[in-house]
């Protein structure tokens, strides 16, 4: 099983380029079992859970072609299943987004029940409540969730208990092909949903009121399809600017959106960084300085994302002062605070807030990746501690982080992937 090496002590400096956000490929990858005619994405970051995602449009029938500019040209038009299996469902949640766009179009869907993870239950009820409101039968039965409308999903008026980003994306879908309107109120509003909701309207949709808490979907027959182009990530730009910031560094990174990360530049620049942004590029120089502790709490965008907690928990460990990091999204997204604490940090828990005590310099040591995010704050450690650090099961991190280590040589950084 691949390891990540990471010998600790570089000031990251350079520039990078910013892939495709992951966490709008995925539902726009979804999306495009919404129309009978071929689509065409752009920007789409190569990724272990992209590749699932294509795996299991494949399974289903779908017709998956990587063109010259390494953009995917996807024809779900005459699919011969409509069951997202067990098999691939169970190494990504995320499969659970065919559900609505299959019910819409195909009037039936049957996906394995998404389990949960590390950081916690991730139950999908808000997804089926939803999809029920709109007409469908829903039922659970051998571990798949099994769905069916008689006829066109009707439009409905649907209040999420809880802002959801895979609950508004699935129904978001669901309702572009419904027949009337479905407004979705208490809606998420991160950029990701904004940017699928763009591609629906791309390939003939009509969705207005994306990235405000009601969205509006006006169902149509049919969408003709077309192409879109992903935005870029937004986390994996955050990722890269905290890991300077924790090393004293001064890097820029390129081909990203900085209006997509508000929240993590203030903090940023709380943290003591001097941060310039162009329409595309972010600038961020700590001029050798050590970071400065931030408190945080994580929340719903235009809040500070949870997906980004543990990056600057990472941070935290080696800056000057305590932080405060309240986890309020996930049940369980403080574990990367173990193995941090085994590099000599000094994190203490109390419920779902950690009291982050910054140390000058953190201790390499074998660590264990446990999820997608937690991962990248231990990578973030390698890079602050003397010695070597070993970071293990990094399968997490090729889920979500393109080409890390390449990108992280690039800055200056001392890592290489061992088999
Ligand atoms: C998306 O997950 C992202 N994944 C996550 O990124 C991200 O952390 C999360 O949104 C929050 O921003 C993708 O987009 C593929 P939620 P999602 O539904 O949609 C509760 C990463 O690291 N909830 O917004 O699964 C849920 O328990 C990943 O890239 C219900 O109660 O998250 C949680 O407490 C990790 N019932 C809260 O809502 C439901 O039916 C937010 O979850 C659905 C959700």
Redesign the pocket.
Known sequence: MDKLQITGGEALKGSIRISGA??SA?PILAASLLTENPVTIGNIPHLHDITTMVELLGCMGGNVVVDEKLELEIDCGSLHSRTAPYELVKTM??SILVLGPMLARHGVANVSFPGGCA?????????LRGLEQMGAKVQIEDGYIKATSDGRLKGAHILMD??????TENLMMAAALADGTTIIENA?R?P?VTDLANCINAWGGDVQGAGTDTITINGVEKMPGGYFRVMPDR?ETGTYLVAAAATGGSVTVKDTDPSTLEAVLLKLEEAGADITCGEDWIELDMHGKRPKAVSLKTA?YPGF???MQAQFTAMNAVAEGVGMVTET??ENRLIQTHELNRMGAKISLEGHTAMVTGVERLKGAPVMASD??ASASLVIAGLVADGATLVDRIYHIDR?YECIEEKMQQLGANIRRIG
Request: glycine share 12%; charged share 25%; aromatic share 4%.
């Open positions: 992951k966490n995925l949640r995320a950081i916690g239950s991730r139950p999908v009820d808000l997804h809880t802002v959801t980003v895979g609950g998420a991160e990701e986390i719903p994302p949870t997906d999204i996930f997608l995010r979500g």
